[in-house]
């Protein structure tokens, strides 16, 4: 438990000094929720409390038993990058430009192969990260610390990003969300921990189908799940600070995955092991409300990883802003009525490029293949640091592969795709010539049909023209205009001629050295003799402004 104590200081910054603080909760403290989340990369329900035998996770299965599990919640994307787009904006991927993996850290051999270089996705004037709208309304919100939006994020999501960052370091009492993600459950760690111990016999894990039964696939099995119950003791390790801290029955606790396993034929893809995640929700029973359900119990409710932001300001109790594409499952502003369908997309992944759309009513599955002339394997250079994956290439080359296991170097798909994934739940059997299924099939293409007509689709365009259409046909991202402040005796006002521009700024009063840029909704600031005012202004995708200054 020591060794893994200091891997999770490592991934978060965090100090000893940090282990020895305390803090009592006030009465402003415990009329508001703190909110907790607790994520973790690659992995598909692979805990003890949703029945994997192999894995070991008791702090995960406490919190399962103190809270309610989620039995259906869905990424928007096999893959990280787009998926973390949907849930900090409340918007899915496909329809706000953030659909390609990825967008800003563009890799050379795909910007010298596609003639373009990084960009950061424009998003509609309107959308903010909903970080933003939580501290505009008082909340501490810090992110520890990957973002990966598919843009780069203003000044005014978050009071701190960073791997230092934590809810010890807000200011007085505030409220807080506070976010730790969790890398040692990533795709990498499946060859960047070769020096580690196994935690998990290969020898008792189950192999999967579409896998050759072979002691390297075994390996980077028992590997994965090792760094699950690794990742477990270091939940553990935060919960128990926010008990020393005094705060865990006014935290609202939130733990799930942000897609699939990060094993080959899983991560990057639409079938329900690339996109069905785990989610715990632990709530204090103060901030129960009626019909909520009980500790222990399980929620079969579908979910959509869209649904996490209105959720988020349902629970703070904040207005829903009406260009969210979303719904909330928990809070005030809880929707009438669960959601009954859920949306996923495909689209290129590093070099390879395709458009692939799913569709889900928590059992049955339609996908719709808009470039069936692809292959279902595409090379992703990425992914062949994976020993297995290396292995399974050769063993096809080699004509070693059984049916089932080459199901997935097919040559070409086709151009739609049904599955019942109760009764098939590796989705190996079309059913879409089945006349049986003729109602379903017919039902989820209306869905289907109706989903991209309300939200749209911008991979109905090359990225380039997608590109130019959001630099309005400039080959550079346009600029958010510079802020003005207008002072009237000692209060100053800002504004900014950009439409859509988050506004932040720095108000330093006399000894005051705070250095966080706050969120500007268009209060009137107070200035006396000797403070000084920093502003910047930032639409999402559109360069940040310059920096104003002023001192009174």
């Not at 901030?287 to 359900?293: A, M, N, P, T």
């Not at 959509?304 to 802003?321: E, H, I």
């Not at 006002?493 to 500007?520: E, F, H, M």
Request: hydrophobic fraction near 35%; proline fraction near 7%; glycine fraction near 6%.
């Amino acid at each position: 438990m020591r060794n893994v104590v200091i891997i999770f200081l490592l991934l978060s910054g965090l100090t000893m000094s940090f282990m020895n603080h305390r803090s009592v909760p006030t009465q402003q403290q415990a009329s508001r929720p703190n909110i907790l989340w607790i994520t973790c990369e690659d992995m598909s329900p692979r805990l003890a409390c949703y029945g994997d035998k192999e894995v070991k996770t008791p702090n995960l299965d406490q919190l399962a038993a103190e809270g309610v599990r989620y039995s259906h919640v869905y990424s928007t994307a096999g893959v990280c990058a787009p998926s973390r787009s949907a849930i900090i904006t409340g918007m899915y991927q496909t329809s706000i430009g953030t659909q390609h993996m990825r967008t800003v850290q563009l890799t050379p051999e795909a910007s010298q192969y596609f003639g373009m270089k990084g960009y950061s996705a424009v998003l509609p004037e309107a959308v903010r990260c909903f970080p933003e709208y939580l501290r505009k309304a008082g909340y501490y919100c810090t992110n520890n610390d990957k973002q990966d939006y598919q843009f780069l994020p203003p000044v005014t999501v978050w009071d701190e990003s960073s791997k230092k960052a934590h809810w010890r370091n807000r200011p007085g009492d505030k409220p807080f969300f506070s976010v730790f993600n969790l890398m040692i459950t990533h795709e990498s760690q499946l060859w960047s921990r070769n020096n580690e111990s196994l935690l998990v016999r290969p020898e008792d894990v189950d192999v999967p189908a579409y896998y050759p039964d072979t002691k390297t696939v075994r390996h980077d099995i028992a590997r994965h799940l090792s760094n699950v119950m690794r990742m477990d003791s270091i939940v553990g390790t935060i919960i128990r600070q926010l008990k020393d801290d005094g705060l865990y029955d006014n935290t609202i606790i939130f733990f799930y995955s942000d897609h699939g396993d990060g094993l080959p034929f899983v991560k990057r893809e639409l079938y329900d092991r690339g996109l069905r995640v785990p989610m715990i929700i632990r709530m204090p029973e103060k901030f129960r409300v009626k019909g909520s359900k009980p500790a222990g119990s399980i929620d079969d409710q579908l979910i959509s990883f869209v649904d996490l932001a209105p959720t988020m300001l349902s629970l703070a109790n904040l207005p829903l802003p009406t260009y969210l594409q979303g719904q909330a499952f928990l809070g005030e502003k809880k929707a009438a009525a669960p959601r009954k369908y859920i949306f996923a997309g495909r689209d290129r992944m590093d070099m390879p490029v395709d458009r692939v759309r799913a569709v889900s009513d928590g059992r049955y599955k339609y996908c719709r293949n808009f470039m069936p002339e692809k292959p279902f394997y595409q090379d992703v250079d990425y992914r062949l640091s994976i020993p297995m994956m290396k292995e399974m290439l050769q063993l096809r080359d080699e004509g070693k592969l059984n049916a089932t296991q080459m199901m997935w170097f097919r040559k070409t798909k086709p151009v739609e795709e049904l599955y019942d994934t109760q009764t098939d739940p590796n989705e190996f059997t079309n059913l879409i010539d089945k006349p049986a299924y003729k109602a379903k099939l017919t039902e989820l293409r209306g869905q289907m049909d109706a989903w991209l007509k309300k939200v749209g689709d911008r991979s109905a365009v090359p990225e380039k023209e997608m590109i130019k259409q959001m630099w309005n046909g400039a080959s550079e991202p346009p600029r958010t205009a510079q802020p003005e402040i207008v002072m009237a005796g000692n209060a100053a006002t800002i504004r900014c001629a950009t439409p859509g521009a988050s506004v932040g700024y720095v108000l330093k009063q006399g000894a005051d050295q705070q250095n966080v840029w706050q969120v500007y909704g268009g209060e009137k600031l107070t200035l006396q003799t000797g403070d000084s005012l920093r502003v910047v202004a930032q639409r999402i995708g559109y360069l940040p402004s310059a920096a104003v200054k002023l001192r009174k």
